[in-house]
């Protein structure tokens, strides 16, 4: 008898028991998201700003806001995407491609980026080894390798600042000139590099994420990594290229915030990985792995420089603008988990 | 009871490596210059207490399975908040360190409501918390930096010497006393075991009976306990207070981090010691006392750091890789590298 029952239990289906809202409102806010509060914002801004929201200006001033984070978003998406929740180590691989990049600048201007780059490369190497191959704990692992390389930055240049012109030599002047202007030039007067290399960056990012078969891979590792393994998927190596990719990302963002700030150093980059984590949370991008989009990734982006901008409207200033921003952070988050787990998704 | 069979291997070096590296550092220090003089010890360990409370807090968080990055700015906003009362209010120094210690008691339970009740993330909540605490504390003092006044006289009782021939100051005495009291909470009552039955397996600690739930709560609210006493007695005990403490140098969240893992606390909770954290911290408040500028210092720690870690991962793949394909051949392993990893 008892024989019997252990098999009904063993064979019965594993009902939810949890209690589910499936409505249409919930069904609606958790398709469109993030995009719903970047109208929101849009309305809060029109009405704050007395219409001047849209001016060429603010446009201009939200987007370079947000460029800068929208490219290390561009390449973090993967990372969060494949199950690994955060990389703690953007700050330092941000300083670190502007440094090399600073300090190749002899290679002339095509090179001082390409090295840049190659820097950022390196260290997504590093951590996709040692995330994807050895299974070492995703955060606990990127926060050490930003100490480390923080260490080596710092050791090697003395902590000094570097500036492009000092190292360049009498006739590499121009490519020295010609990297500093890469964050000041606007294209055709209205749009800032910055922000189209943002926008060619989640172009690119989208079309990774969708019409190859790394992204329907890494989305099997990020929704359970142990089913990507038995179906055959080569894991290391996918994880390795997410890691590649978000480096490069970052790296790119590096050299533009050293160009933008005339000089490179260890502490380029600080408190960049928690703004883009939170763009990115915002956009909707489950933590849990295998869920979200690069729509939404922008949507968060945007929504992050808008609350800003729109903060910024009002009246606060940069320190009080944190208070707002935290909780304003939580409770999306908040209503993002609570939408997934009413709908029984999470 | 089972005699434990001395055995000189990888395992126990690994087990070990916290009290091996303080020894380490501490021949190191016999080439150093003035190293052993009685005010460089009293300094060093002065100075080191606030990151000795920061990875307490961390400690227990990660042993009950979450993470708490609140902690750094939790004690730097009761640091601001016991001198900014003392100099507004004029309230008694007795009466502002409580208030900064409720206040971390407070962020504390709000972490833990976050992280248990509305189900979010304790890393993405720690960020969150970050933020708001950020901004109250730059609303609170504008950014400016606050000084103790004139009134020196909580500032030399923590200075000075309480046991005359003990080269400790009172503020370090006092960290030590409540590490062993958290130490005796975690070891020896229902709650601490509750703490690290949670950490080890959340589900099955629920099925157990355990109230998860006021555990994980509970752990918080030690480790906001922990971080606002500590940073409220800094505050006096350094004589000033401003709101980019450890924003510059090497940050006391890093090495508190740092100290969890060289001390051996498990990322995965379920395992560790503050005992460990302790032994940690002071060493790497002697190391940093050993390398004078803050470049070696960081480098040096940053590579402990980056060496531990990749010890145990390696040690943790290679063990995964023998239990996966020869079972048999895992116990021969286990004879040989001992019980621990």
Redesign the interface.
Known sequence: MSEVKKNENTTAPKVDTRKTEINKFTLLFNKLGIWIIVVLLIVVGLIVSGGQFFGKSNIQSILEAVALVGMVCAGLFYVTYSGN??DMSVPITMAFGGVMAVQCINFGFVGAIVVGLLAGALIGVINGF?IG?????A???T???N??????I??VW??KMLYAEDIAREDMQDSANLFYSISRTYIGGVISLMAIVMLVMFFISWIIHTKTGFGQKLKIIGTNYEVAKFSGINCTRQLMIAYVINGLCSATAGIFYAALRKCASYENG?GYD?DA??AI?LGGVS?NGGKGSIAGTIGGVLAYGMLNNILSWVGL?T?????????V??FI??LN??SN?KLGKA | MEKKNFKLNAAFINRNRSYLLLVLIMICGLFAKNFYTPYNIQAVTGNGSLVIWLGLGFTIVLIAGHMDMTVMYMSTFAALLTLGLHADQKLPWLLCVIIGALMGVLNGLIMGLLVTKLKIHAFIASIGMQLVLRGVMYVYCNGKELSIGKDYTWNDMLNGKLIPFLPLSTYFIITTIFIFGVMVILRYTRLGRNIHMVGGNAETAWLAGIKSDMVVIAAFVISGLAAGLGGALNGIYSGAANVTMGEKGISPFYMAFTACVIGGTDIYGGKGSVIWTYVSLIMIAFLKALCKSTELQVLVIGAALVLCLVYETVAKYNRDKVLGRRPNLYIEYKNETGNAK
């Open positions: 929740m955060t040692m191959k050895m299974r070492a704990n955060i606990i692992w926060l050490a390798v100490l480390l390389i923080s260490g080596v710092r050791v003395q902590g600080t928690f984590l939170t949370l933590l200033g320190y009080s603008k944190y208070l707002v921003q935290g909780i952070f939580l988050v908040w988990t609570y787990r």
